[in-house]
DNA sequence: GCAGTGACGTCTT
DNA sequence: GAAGACGCCACTG
């Protein structure tokens, strides 16, 4: 399969993708659901090259703190934290406020349907 | 081909 | 409880 090395990147995209307006997920959330015990690393990789790939809202995705740590690989800072509090969420020094309660899980939908 | 780096997370001290 | 170090895999230089 010549697409074997981008299959993981595209499944981190499907999962990003899933995540409903107004939540949130971590890096480890997508690594767990995917199988990817420390593709933490890897899922924020695959977050980087996400630009490739249109309607990736990557500003959903942020580290286990609940900090917009990749906030600056937008095409401008500001724009992730906007994004955020446009979904109703509301962000404080680059941190999400009751991150736990805007935490959604992919493995979470997965349950639902 | 080797070494360094990276949108993180978990373990150990 | 907090801080530091290590590990994982993939890409770039």
């Given at each position: 399969?010549?697409?074997?090395?981008?299959?993981?990147?595209?499944?981190?995209y499907?999962?990003?993708?899933?995540?409903?307006?107004g939540?949130?997920?971590?890096?480890?959330?997508?690594?767990?659901?995917?199988?990817?015990?420390?593709?933490?690393?890897?899922?924020?990789?695959?977050?980087?090259?996400?630009?490739?790939?249109?309607?990736?809202?990557?500003?959903?995705?942020?580290?286990r703190?609940?900090?917009?740590?990749?906030?600056?690989?937008?095409?401008?800072?500001?724009?992730?934290?906007?994004?955020?509090?446009?979904?109703?969420?509301?962000?404080?020094?680059?941190?999400?406020?009751?991150?736990?309660?805007?935490?959604?899980?992919p493995?979470?939908?997965?349950?639902?349907?």
């Amino acid at each position: 399969m010549k697409n074997s090395k981008t299959n993981h990147f595209d499944l981190v995209y499907q999962v990003v993708r899933l995540i409903p307006r107004g939540k949130v997920t971590s890096y480890g959330a997508i690594a767990n659901y995917l199988g990817l015990k420390s593709g933490a690393r890897m899922v924020g990789y695959a977050m980087n090259a996400s630009h490739t790939v249109p309607d990736i809202p990557a500003h959903r995705v942020v580290n286990r703190n609940g900090v917009l740590t990749g906030k600056h690989h937008f095409g401008h800072p500001e724009e992730m934290q906007q994004l955020l509090e446009a979904e109703g969420l509301k962000i404080i020094q680059d941190q999400i406020q009751d991150f736990k309660t805007y935490f959604w899980d992919p493995n979470e939908l997965e349950a639902r349907l």
